[in-house]
């Protein structure tokens, strides 16, 4: 630990956001990144703990105090190092990830945690400054790989596997690689060049790419089969949950990823089906969670005239409650950038129907919602109506999109739709395995990014018999 009072002296504190005046009128990042004596000032508050709860608390493993020392030290090619030997891609999780590491930081017990997600964005946007070279692999095994879906989960699996030798192609039925941090996330949470810039390092590793092709049609499961020696799938979880009320199939009601995939393929300058747009409509959007917040900040940028979040379970508390101490995820009231640009949110409310004139949506009608053991129930005589031009239902996901691939390869698929393997990415066929939001269920970027690790571990095993990359440096 370089200054052992700075957690004593300094206060924790991030750079200004753009106003949000400023910012809905583009799709520019919201939070600008530390840099300089401030970021060197935060990373001194880190207290090198004898047992680092910031460890366990991040699913790779990040090696938080060293690299915070490094940076307090003025050491950024180490420290760069240090965080690249557990995060392929830690310019995304820097911009992306809810930190359960913070959370977990000894520091939270009676303080504000270290800046932990800005100091590790902020490494990892001087490692892009610099260059980021490939990293190739001393010699090559002959063995080939098939990664379906190139999402974070695929694009980790990928990297670490062609770091090892093996021969790995990727295979994406969308357009262009990235998953949903292409085609879900929107650009003012993270700028599209960095998976660029990724892809392009990947490239150069060796990585083939090949978009527009879908694993279980384009290309069979026998063809997968006869042509690689083990097939890793990171196919996602993107089918979304319905609502299942009346009204849900009038016009201006959409699933959230329609809408969010279309303005984001709208930025990139690539081709969309009908335009669907808030610019000057009553929105509603059904579910608080990230999702609902990516389609809160699309909407305002598109001009709506009013937006309304919709939650079903009751508003959360402003602290911990009793029952969720140190360091537990705390489950308590959050604003995101989203929220502080406007829009109104109300909680304990189920949607019951939708209902329109001319086959177009003008209403939603809703009851207060009770809960009644893991579900809820709609009070009755609580009807509310809301006015509604646009609906986006953010509700979730239940695994993933309809394919012929996990039966024609003899998979296990779970009630809620998610394949089965263990934890190490081994599902009953030896050489298939899944990871990601596919096995999981809808998740996180550092949880994809951690299980395409630990699956690249497991295949190495099963082709050559011999240890892989470590996933987590300790030396
Ligand atoms: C709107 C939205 C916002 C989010 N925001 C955040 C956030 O701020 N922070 C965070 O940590 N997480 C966030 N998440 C969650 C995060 O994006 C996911 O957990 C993560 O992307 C999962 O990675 P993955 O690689 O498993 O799957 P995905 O990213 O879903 O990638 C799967 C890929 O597989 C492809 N595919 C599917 N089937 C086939 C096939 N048969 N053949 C070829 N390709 C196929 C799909 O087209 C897709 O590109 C968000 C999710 C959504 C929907
Ligand atoms: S990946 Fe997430 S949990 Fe891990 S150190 Fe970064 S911000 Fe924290």
């Excluded at 490692?127 to 980021?132: E, H, P, Q």
């Excluded at 900040?297 to 709506?304: E, I, Y």
């Excluded at 239940?398 to 012929?404: A, C, H, I, K, L």
Aim: glycine fraction near 10%; charged fraction near 25%; charge should be negative.
């Amino acid at each position: 630990m370089g200054n052992p009072r700075g957690f004593l002296e300094l206060t924790r504190r991030l750079p200004k956001k753009r106003p949000a005046s400023e910012r809905i009128h583009d799709y520019r990042e919201a939070e600008p990144l530390l840099e300089g004596e401030r970021l060197a000032q935060q990373a001194s508050r880190c207290m090198d703990c004898g047992v680092p709860f910031c460890h366990s608390g991040c699913p790779l493993g990040n090696l938080i105090p060293e690299w915070n020392d490094l940076v307090y030290k003025g050491r950024l090619d180490e420290a760069t190092v240090r965080l690249h030997a557990t995060n392929n891609f830690p310019e995304m999780t820097g911009r992306l990830c809810p930190a359960p590491c913070e959370a977990s930081c000894v520091l939270a017990l009676n303080d504000d945690p270290v800046t932990i997600k800005a100091i590790e964005a902020a490494i990892a946007e001087r490692a892009l400054a610099v260059g980021l070279p490939p990293e190739p692999a001393p010699e090559r095994t002959g063995r080939r790989v098939a990664v379906i879906g190139s999402g974070p989960a695929g694009l980790a699996c990928a990297q670490q596997l062609a770091r090892e030798g093996h021969q790995v192609v990727v295979f994406e039925k969308a357009d262009a690689a990235g998953g949903l941090l292409r085609y879900g996330i929107p650009d003012f949470k993270m700028d599209k060049a960095l998976l660029d810039r990724r892809l392009e390092q990947l490239v150069a590793e060796g990585v083939e790419l090949r978009c527009g092709v879908e694993a279980g049609v384009t290309v069979t499961a026998d063809e997968l089969e006869a042509q690689f020696d083990a097939i890793a799938i990171a196919a996602g979880a993107q089918r979304p949950r319905p609502l299942g009320v009346p009204g849900e199939d009038l016009a201006g009601v959409h699933f959230a990823m329609e809408y969010l995939t279309q303005q984001n393929r709208v930025i990139a300058g690539r081709p969309i089906g009908e335009r669907i747009s808030a610019e000057g409509k009553h929105v509603l959007i059904l579910g608080g969670g990230d999702t609902g917040a990516d389609c809160l900040g699309t909407a305002h940028r598109q001009g709506a005239a009013s937006v309304t979040q919709l939650e079903i379970a009751e508003r959360p508390p402003e602290t911990r409650s009793a029952d969720n101490p140190w360091p537990e995820w705390p489950s308590i009231f959050r604003v995101s950038p989203a929220h502080e640009e406007g829009g109104e949110r109300a909680y304990a409310l189920m949607t019951t129907r939708l209902e329109g004139t001319g086959g177009k949506v003008e209403r939603l009608i809703a009851q207060t919602a009770r809960r009644d053991g893991r579900g809820f129930v709609a009070e009755p005589g609580t009807e509310r109506a809301f006015a509604a031009e646009l609906v986006l239902i953010a509700t979730g996901f239940v695994g993933g999109e309809p394919s012929p691939l996990p039966a024609d390869l003899g998979l296990d698929v779970d009630a809620s739709g998610r394949l089965v393997a263990d934890d190490r990415a081994r599902t009953r066929r030896p050489h298939v395995f899944a990871f990601g939001d596919a096995r999981r269920g809808a998740s996180l970027v550092v949880w994809a990014i951690a299980e395409g690790r630990v699956a690249a571990h497991s295949i190495s095993l099963f082709l050559a018999g011999k240890r892989a990359l470590p996933l987590a440096a300790t030396g």
